[in-house]
């Protein structure tokens, strides 16, 4: 079946520091590949996404690409900041052009950023 | 228009008690989902609506849990006779299907209500 792996967390940073969170997935047919941030106290929200093969998808200094040939999505930022901590969660979806009928998660990453 | 409204936000029951959370959507997204959080996991799909007609349920919704959206606008969950495993946050997110059945927006997401069974 479909499914997403993300790295075990927690991970801590300090300021300024190169973030890579892997992300790889097993789906049938073509999905479309998000990552959400979810902040303390706050609903999970869209961060950025890729429809298909080689898409890079990119959102507040965050690049993710859709690398086919290893099924992977991996979320990397060159400098975090204290306020990208948050909870990071990969996900899929294989509903007709992205359409998201049935999103399925990763477990999820804690990033910490200590100043 | 302030985003998905979930209620309510915390829930605390005793195991065999109904419970209903209650979903309000971006005004005119046509897809409401359902999805479930456990400590330490990703959010779980339930199921979700086109419009009123709910398309899809998740072998993870038993015939305890029951969710209905009657006029294709907010939407409501049910557990009857709640057990401790029914624990967890319950997520609702609403998006807007074009007519193409192209997406025109991604899932918003509310912040959930934590139901509690004690």
């Known amino acids: 079946g479909n499914s997403v792996t993300q790295m075990e967390g927690p991970v801590t940073l300090s300021e300024e520091a190169f973030l890579t969170i892997n992300c790889t997935y097993t789906?049938?047919?073509?999905?479309?590949l998000f990552w959400y941030v979810q902040y303390p106290g706050e609903g999970l929200q869209l961060l950025l996404k890729?429809?298909?093969?080689?898409d890079k998808g990119s959102n507040k200094g965050f690049e993710a690409t859709y690398r086919k040939e290893t099924t992977s999505f991996h979320l990397e930022k060159g400098s975090v900041q204290v306020s990208d901590s948050a909870v990071y969660f990969c996900?899929?979806?294989?509903?007709?052009?992205?359409?998201?009928?049935?999103?399925?998660f990763g477990k999820g990453t804690k990033l910490s950023v200590k100043p | 228009d302030t985003g998905v409204s979930q209620n309510p936000r915390h829930k605390i029951t005793k195991r065999g008690q109904n419970v209903t959370f209650r979903c309000d959507p971006i005004?005119?997204?046509?897809?409401l989902y359902w999805y479930r959080q456990t400590l330490g996991q990703g959010p779980e799909f339930l199921t979700y609506?086109?419009?009123?007609?709910?398309?899809?349920k998740s072998r993870l919704l038993s015939d305890r849990f029951s969710a209905e959206r009657p006029k294709g606008s907010f939407s409501t969950l049910e557990i009857q006779r709640t057990e401790q495993g029914d624990s967890a946050m319950y997520l609702c997110?609403?998006?807007?299907?074009?007519?193409?059945?192209?997406?025109?927006?991604?899932?918003?997401f509310g912040q959930g209500t934590r139901l509690t069974v004690v």
């Open positions: 609506f086109q419009n009123e007609a709910q398309l899809e």
């Open positions: 997110a609403s998006s807007l299907l074009g007519l193409d059945r192209g997406p025109r927006t991604e899932a918003f």
């Open positions: 996900a899929l979806t294989t509903g007709y052009g992205g359409s998201q009928g049935n999103l399925i």
């Open positions: 789906a049938t047919g073509y999905p479309s």
């Open positions: 890729a429809t298909k093969a080689d």
């Open positions: 005004s005119e997204h046509n897809r």
